[in-house]
């Protein structure tokens, strides 16, 4: 499996401000994508991650909102902009790697917490 | 995206009791489910993972049956252990893309 890094691992963020959250991954990957799992709840895809390509965002996410850069295979950024209450969240890497038949493997997440 | 539903959201079992923790897709087209284990401050963790040309697949204590006629899959935990204690998550994949699409979840506590 793949080795995913997320960090940070938590942040405690202004109302209005933004965080970008990096994802490391140990080896190249074929899909990168981010999951938002708001409190007590299961895991809602806000998008894939394109290498050298727009992301592809699923329906309620929005590309001002969450920009998302993929440079190469192994890395990816996801900024949440303009922070409110309701972006306290986590937020979640996950990628399929090469030679492990699609499956998709996760980071610890980062916990945000917005003021 | 998919919708992917859980019966059961809390489940109490006895140690080393078998659980079952149950989630109906509504995609017919998905072809690929995954069962996921989330214990509290970690990213979700691979469990056992399921084809639709099978409908059981065995690992080491779980087991995962696969019904496409009703599209249902269940996660079975035999001799279940305190360290089972967990929300478990299943996730489902379609051929038409890359995309995998999450169930509500399921808390698993066991009772020493």
């Known amino acids: 499996s793949a080795v995913i890094s997320q960090k940070p691992s938590r942040d405690i963020c202004q109302r209005g401000t933004s965080l970008t959250i990096q994802c490391q991954v140990d080896?190249?990957?074929?899909?990168m994508f981010w999951y938002r799992q708001q409190p007590g709840q299961s895991l809602t895809l806000i998008a894939t991650?394109?290498?050298?390509?727009?992301?592809?965002?699923e329906s309620g996410f929005v590309i001002d909102k969450f920009p998302i850069s993929r440079p190469n295979l192994t890395f990816s950024t996801l900024t949440v902009s303009n922070l409110s209450p309701e972006d306290s969240s986590i937020y979640l890497c996950?990628?399929?790697?090469?030679?492990?038949?699609?499956?998709?493997?996760f980071g610890s997440g980062t916990q945000l917490s917005v003021l | 995206g998919e919708s992917v539903g859980l019966h059961l959201p809390t489940l109490s079992v006895q140690e080393g009791d078998n659980s079952i923790i149950n989630c109906a897709y509504s995609?017919?087209?998905?072809?690929?489910f995954i069962w996921y284990k989330q214990e509290s401050g970690k990213g979700p963790q691979f469990i056992i993972d399921i084809r639709s040309n099978m409908d059981k697949r065995q690992g080491q204590r779980v087991t995962v049956l696969l019904n496409k006629t009703v599209k249902h899959l269940s996660l079975q935990i035999a001799a279940t252990q305190p360290g089972d204690s967990a929300v478990y998550f299943c996730?489902?994949?379609?051929?038409?893309?890359?995309?995998?699409?999450f169930g509500t979840g399921t808390s698993l506590t066991v009772i020493p």
């Open positions: 995609n017919s087209a998905s072809d690929y």
């Open positions: 991650a394109n290498q050298g390509s727009e992301a592809t965002y």
């Open positions: 996950s990628v399929t790697a090469r030679g492990t038949n699609e499956k998709l493997f």
């Open positions: 996730a489902e994949n379609s051929n038409t893309g890359n995309q995998f699409y």
């Open positions: 080896s190249q990957v074929t899909m």
